[in-house]
């Protein structure tokens, strides 16, 4: 069974909300941009929404771009629902993108080979280049879509890294 529209950010594992463990992997990040609607967060973070609300991933993540103060070489995009993921996963993702200077953007892959978009470090000119000229296209635009131009590469993931948390059973399995 899904969550039933429940906030995604607030669920807790080990007492810990799921946008504070995403904030937790995060860490080395000079600067971090939540797309959602504010609350009391542990460390400083730039609030921002997709316009209109409710636009997807896609839309978030371009909304996430344009909140950025400086912007940056490289991007970490983290979806709020993968709790396993920590900052040794980011410096991995780091890692594998400058190892290869042709690459745009380096993402988890699962254990079944799934590549896990919303977890991975992308070259910030890439994204901005991947973005739909007319911004009324970015609504309801996928992830997989908005990043189908760019060069990825694949970084297995250990353990539970790249699972994330859709249904109650989900949320049990990793500790909630």
């Known amino acids: 069974m899904r969550l039933g529209g ?3 950010a607030s669920l807790e594992i ?6 504070e463990r995403a ?3 995060t860490r080395p990040a000079e600067e971090v941009v939540v797309v959602g609607d504010p609350v009391p967060t542990s460390r400083p973070v730039t609030w921002t929404r997709e316009a209109p609300a409710g636009g997807g991933p896609a839309a978030g993540l371009l ?4 909140a950025l103060a400086v912007p940056p070489d490289l991007v970490c995009v983290l979806a ?4 396993r993921v920590v900052p040794s996963t980011v410096a991995r993702l780091v ?8 690459a745009d953007a380096a993402v988890l892959v699962d254990a079944e080979g799934v590549r896990q978009t919303l977890a991975g470090v992308y070259r910030y000119d890439a994204l901005v280049s991947a973005r739909p000229r007319q911004r009324e296209q970015e609504h309801g635009l996928s992830i997989r879509r908005l990043i189908a131009p760019l060069r990825i590469v694949g970084v297995a993931a250990v353990g ?5 948390v859709d249904t109650w059973e989900d949320l049990r399995h990793l500790g909630g």
């Open 23 to 25: 904030l937790a992997a």
């Open 63 to 66: 909304a996430g771009l344009d």
């Open 160 to 164: 539970d890294e790249a699972r994330d």
């Open 80 to 83: 709020v629902d993968m709790p």
């Open 6 to 8: 429940v906030d995604k």
């Open 14 to 19: 080990d007492g810990l909300t799921l946008l």
């Open 95 to 102: 890692d594998a993108l400058a190892d290869d200077s042709a």
